[in-house]
């Protein structure tokens, strides 16, 4: 009864709370604006008189909506081009003073969502909506990939929040985030992978300087007027807001501003001559007697001249009419450095050994917009490249091995260089067919490599380095707290070398098993406890019937056995692992070294009520922004020193069948590679 009081309760508060900021809500193309009460609840004659007026305003959000189209050709074009096309047409500065972007490569592209703070008073904080329905979190549901969240603060140096507000909007997977004040936990907002523009970072806490008031109302943002709706496009020069009504006539001017820089960039190239010749040029305002005015009119390219145009207004598409292909006009000079049409890389045409694997020559692989071209430098080598070889998991004939590579950028795509990729750019990157010279990779998958971390190292740890991440970070569910005891198979190879390195990190407590050549490798891992074995005969795995491995465990634990098993060795370890769980524990089967774990009865697992899972990094790099986070924690480890990464052997690519037999040998104490 009590319950259901207190729940009822709750409901009436949160009903009298929202009614003043439903009251308020100013509704149009499907936006709603809602606010905090407008005046503080008395029965005094100026409050009297305030409930007996309305008061008008405007809609908050303009009737034109712009459609995905042409969002996504807004965002193709420059913020620079952007803030000409608006000049051309008389209207106000668009460009958000002081929100740079927040790392490089950034750039968003979205409707825009905003919030309004005002500042900090105790009736406002006592007044504004609390909780879940406070004004910003309102505003964080409304978003979404098409969205970017604009917030108007009180300073610049203002917060207008961190790592746990904007956690959210990971989850939203925004299209940005843009603000004239600051933010906090930097390096876990870039994690995220918002796209994010701010005056600056701080420390400072916001509350105490500001509350959120409003959602999606019209604000004023580093000193630019933002309506709900209208189009927010971010990139390295800053912040431009393209009103909603005018959307399509911005496009069309500024579009055909980016034809023409294009033919006079290319000019330039051909003469050898000063800029001034061609440029700077008014759109709208070329003269044709004028060398750019005679130029354009040479490549068949129609404009407006000042005679045609006296007001210097240029109305939708009254600039260059003519649309230049990819590659005309040496505008695929931008985009690419000289590509061979074959390439070296190693093929399976037929399942089986390692000496199936032959090194031939291949057509480099086209790419599509989106993609870039990337010229490896380095492949990593992993299990799970002999098992596709070897046929254990299917793939159709025939194929270039691999899944893990690094290297530099070669060809760019226009949609890749949108997010802020251009040629010569360092990258690693994990998909199939990566041995080889070139590989062709969609942009969402690179990751880019901060300087002070090698390639080869880079390289490293997109498949073994990411994997150790989410296992240790993720695949278990939470079902094991910092401060208690994590099993790890093998810390003295390759993934498990990382894993082992990342628990302690975390907070973890360790066992590690280890064979006796690696013995050295998994103490320098700084595991608490380090159970060795022999070697299995004629191998350098380890041989798990030379030790009772549970029975070590649970003398560590003092019976009770570990949260949590990573177990990538396979059929070897499956018994030990269950068998080493304690109470609720977790056995997180990762891989198949000593081959694939044999299917067991799920009645196994109740004697502790344990968990399994068998888990795959795709799953746990769902998109971009995941991806990213875990990659920048990890490159972050290793510039700091956190986190060793082990390159134990690397061979040619032509030695492409002795690479496999030297993991599979299990030989490996540390990242196997080929050097491209």
Request: with cysteine; aromatic share 6%.
């Amino acid at each position: 009864m009590i319950r259901r009081t207190t729940i009822a309760a709750a409901r009436a508060a949160r009903t009298a709370r929202l009614a003043p900021r439903v009251a308020q809500a100013s509704l149009s193309s499907g936006l709603a604006s809602f606010k905090g009460p407008l005046a503080a609840r008395s029965t005094g004659p100026i409050a009297r008189a305030v409930a007996g007026s309305r008061f008008k305003t405007g809609p908050s959000a303009s009737p034109t909506e712009i459609s995905d189209e042409l969002l996504a050709k807004l965002g193709k074009l420059s913020t620079q081009a952007l803030v000409d096309g608006l000049w051309v047409m008389g209207w106000p500065p668009a460009q958000i003073e002081g929100a740079r972007a927040l790392a490089k490569g950034m750039k968003c592209v979205g409707r825009a969502v905003t919030v309004r703070f005002v500042p900090a008073r105790p009736d406002i904080a006592s007044d504004k909506p609390g909780g879940e329905i406070s004004p910003e979190y309102e505003a964080f549901e409304l978003c979404g990939p098409n969205s970017v969240i604009v917030m108007a603060s009180v300073g610049p140096w203002e917060s207008v929040g961190g790592d746990i507000k904007f956690l959210r909007l990971m989850q939203r997977q925004v299209g940005g985030l843009v603000t004239d004040g600051s933010v906090r936990d930097t390096d876990t907002m870039i994690g995220y992978g918002i796209p994010t523009f701010s005056y600056s970072t701080t420390a400072k806490q916001g509350p105490a300087a500001m509350q959120p008031w409003e959602c999606n109302g019209v604000i004023s943002c580093g000193g630019v007027t933002v309506r709900p709706g209208d189009a927010i496009i971010g990139d390295q020069d800053g912040v431009v807001v393209v009103p909603a009504a005018v959307a399509q006539q911005v496009y069309d001017i500024a579009h055909s501003r980016e034809e023409i820089e294009e033919i006079v960039k290319t000019q330039l190239e051909t003469e050898k001559c000063p800029p001034g010749k061609y440029y700077p040029f008014m759109s709208g305002k070329i003269k044709a007697d004028s060398p750019l005015g005679k130029l354009l009119t040479s490549k068949g390219v129609k404009f407006y001249s000042t005679s045609s145009c006296p007001s210097g207004h240029v109305g939708a598409g009254s600039l260059a009419r003519r649309a230049l292909p990819v590659g005309s006009m040496g505008l695929q000079r931008r985009h690419m450095s000289s590509v061979p049409a074959t390439m070296k890389a190693a093929v399976i045409e037929k399942t089986g050994p390692a000496e199936t694997m032959e090194v031939k020559d291949w057509p480099v692989p086209k790419i599509a917009d989106g993609q870039v071209l990337v010229k490896n430098e380095y492949a990593g080598i992993n299990f799970i490249d002999t098992y596709h070889r070897s046929g254990l998991y299917a793939r159709d004939l025939p194929f270039v091995g691999g899944q893990e590579g690094g290297g530099t950028i070669a060809q760019v795509t226009p949609k890749a260089e949108e997010l802020g990729f251009k040629v010569g750019d360092k990258v690693a990157y994990s998909i199939l067919q990566t041995y080889a010279e070139y590989a062709a990779v969609p942009a969402a998958k690179l990751q880019p490599i901060p300087d002070g971390v090698g390639i080869d190292v880079a390289t490293a740890c997109v498949v073994q380095g990411m994997t150790a991440h989410y296992l240790t970070t993720d695949a278990h569910a939470q079902l094991i707290k910092p401060g208690e005891w994590m099993l790890i198979h093998g810390v003295g190879g390759g993934t498990c070398q990382w894993a082992a390195q990342m628990a302690k990190e975390l907070g973890y407590k360790v066992i590690g098993t280890t064979s006796k050549g690696k013995e050295a490798v998994g103490r320098a891992t700084g595991v608490d406890e380090l159970i060795v074995l022999d070697e299995a005969p004629g191998t350098s795995f380890e041989d798990y019937t030379s030790v009772d491995v549970t029975k070590k465990v649970l003398e560590i634990t003092g019976g009770e056995g570990v949260k949590c098993v990573i177990d990538g060795i396979g059929k070897a370890t499956m018994d030990i692992s269950i068998d080493s769980l304690a109470r609720r524990g977790i056995f997180v089967s990762f891989g198949n070294a000593s081959g694939a774990v044999p299917p067991f009865p799920v009645l196994r697992l109740i004697g502790k009520s344990a968990f399994v899972t068998r888990p795959k990094l795709l799953d746990y790099t769902e998109n971009r922004g995941e991806m990213l986070r875990r990659s920048n924690q990890i490159m972050g480890w290793i510039k700091d020193g956190k986190l060793k990464v082990s390159i134990d052997k690397t061979f040619s690519l032509d030695q492409a069948a002795d690479g496999h037999k030297y993991l599979e040998a299990g030989k490996s104490t540390g990242k196997v590679l080929y050097k491209i």
